[in-house]
């Protein structure tokens, strides 16, 4: 107990001192929206200092920094990719333009930097856990990897498809609905929630990791309802042939589309 509480502490520590640099970063460049990167990024840190300063089973430490190094490490280079050249995100915008101007530094460290950062630990609690654990059950991280890599297919897959759409000019105002994009409306979101759940139970091979059950539930939470589907949808509802595509795909879970 003493030692995951050690760990725990670190990593809290290292999230503050990431999302303190991301603050300023994003002052300086006028973009709260650096914050998407930092994301992925942060579970990086969490994943090396849990690394570093666990006394679990060496192996399943490793094989998490691991996990967590290719998924944050590919979404972060998306994302960089994917804004690059472009202003604020729509969303930081709406959300700022709730104070005045002079405000919204301070505004933005409490409802984005710190909001995150908090989100970050606590998702994180699986990665943190397991590498104060001890040897466990192998068989169950054998599984949990073959759903990350599910999750991590799954993610990889609809960003390059939506990516491919988008730059054909003979796109441009449609609805994307092909690919994975036809059996879920959020087959990006739906590979990150298959992620987490798969990192979930690599840590719950060893007891005290299943009892970290509420972070994957907690990143079901903001990828479907705070941050992710339900909030883009709101937008995305209005443009032509989306409500459509709403009636004939699946919002979340894949499933063939309806006729």
């Known amino acids: 107990m003493t030692n995951l ?3 725990s502490g670190l990593s809290l520590a290292a999230i503050v001192v990431l999302m303190a640099v991301t603050a ?14 930092a994301w992925p ?9 849990a690394l570093l300063a666990g006394d679990g089973a060496r192996w399943r430490a490793v094989l998490m920094l691991l996990l967590v190094l290719v998924w ?16 604020e995100d729509p969303r930081y915008e709406k959300l700022l333009s709730q104070v ?17 950062g908090v989100a970050m630990w606590f998702v994180s609690l699986p990665v943190q856990v ?14 949990g990897v073959v759903v990350w890599a599910i999750g991590l297919w799954f993610e990889a897959t609809g960003d390059r498809q939506l990516k491919r759409f988008k730059a054909d000019p003979a796109n ?27 990192l979930y139970v690599v840590a719950a091979g060893a007891w005290p990791g299943v009892l970290t059950v509420l972070s994957p539930l907690a990143m079901a939470f903001f990828l479907i309802v705070v941050t992710g589907g339900r ?17 004939r795909t699946s919002f979340f879970v894949p499933r063939p589309p309806r006729r």
């Open 72 to 87: 944050a490490g590919r979404l972060a280079w998306h994302i960089t990719r994917r804004n690059h050249g472009k202003g």
């Open 130 to 143: 397991s590498a104060t654990a001890d040897d466990g059950v192998r068989w169950v991280a054998v599984v």
């Open 231 to 247: 909030l883009l949808e709101k937008d995305m509802a209005k443009r032509p042939g989306y409500p459509e595509y709403q009636r």
């Open 5 to 7: 509480l050690l760990v």
């Open 100 to 116: 005045p101007q002079e405000k919204r530094f301070g505004f933005a460290v409490r409802r984005v930097y710190a909001t995150q």
């Open 24 to 37: 300023i970063t994003g002052r300086v460049q006028g973009r709260v929206s650096v914050v998407d990167t």
């Open 172 to 198: 441009k105002g449609k609805v994307m609905d092909r690919g994975l994009w036809a059996w879920t409306r959020h087959p990006n979101y739906f590979g990150d929630f298959t992620v987490w759940w798969g």
């Open 41 to 49: 990024l942060g579970f990086v840190v969490v994943a090396v200092v």
